[in-house]
């Protein structure tokens, strides 16, 4: 069999872990495609190359595949007797949304550092007020995105945020209602289960935050064409 597509592979790994609860690994893949395991990493790093997935930094293993993380951070997303990891509050909106949006559970705690929290998303909707923060700018999320996805947190109120940012010296981005944020991940990973899915444009995605009313330096892309 002839090495996989990006969006062969992406597919196959984001269907292990919505059914099985979590990634396969090189090994797994190469027999599934009938490859060997050199033809298979070579294909999972392009896939990282093409930003759809990241992996460990010495071996061709899934570290994150974006809605979902195969490792432990502070947001567990329940549905029924299944849990998943989600990488930040956004991604873990977005595990809601692909899970069908009804009777999930998000817990985290406020900020990463505060009091837990049980985020209830029940028939495309979010029970709590609350906000979630985006404080690296978009257009350099990718030069560290384990480190843009891990300060991307919930918190009860934007003197919250305030207060978080000053203490760790973090600067203030763009806080957003969580509602807003669970109706745009919904959209931003609606075709990530597809078989032919591809990342968005840079112009599409530039379209998806002002359709949401993401505005400011935060949410500006370069001109550049691309995906993002």
């Not at 049980?118 to 480190?147: G, S």
């Not at 990973?189 to 009313?213: M, N, S």
Request: aromatic share 12%; with cysteine.
């Amino acid at each position: 069999m002839a090495t996989p597509s990006n969006s062969q592979l992406h597919y196959a790994i984001l269907r292990r872990i919505v059914d099985e609860g979590f990634a396969p690994t090189c090994a797994a893949l190469a027999e599934e495609f009938a490859v060997d395991l050199t033809s298979m990493a070579e294909a999972l790093r392009g896939l990282a190359d093409y930003h759809g997935v990241v992996l460990h930094p010495h071996q061709p293993e899934v570290w994150v595949i974006h809605p979902f993380a195969t490792s432990a951070t502070p947001f567990v997303v329940r549905q029924r007797d299944r849990l998943w990891w989600g990488n930040c509050a956004w991604c873990s909106l977005g595990v809601a949304a692909l899970l069908g949006g009804d009777q999930v559970t998000i817990a985290t705690t406020l900020g990463a550092e505060g009091q837990p929290v049980t985020i209830h998303v029940d028939q495309q909707r979010v029970r709590e007020e609350l906000w979630v923060h985006f404080p690296v700018p978009m257009a350099r999320a990718w030069d560290n995105v384990i480190y843009t996805c891990a300060n991307m947190l919930v918190f009860d109120s934007e003197a919250a945020i305030d207060a978080w940012c000053k203490r760790h010296a973090i600067p203030r981005g763009s806080a957003q209602p969580i509602q807003r944020v669970y109706e745009f991940a919904a959209v931003w990973y609606g075709r990530h289960l597809d078989p032919d899915w591809r990342k968005w444009t840079v112009d599409e995605a530039r379209a998806l935050f002002a359709q949401f009313g993401f505005e400011g330096p935060i949410w500006q892309l370069p001109g550049a064409s691309g995906r993002f």
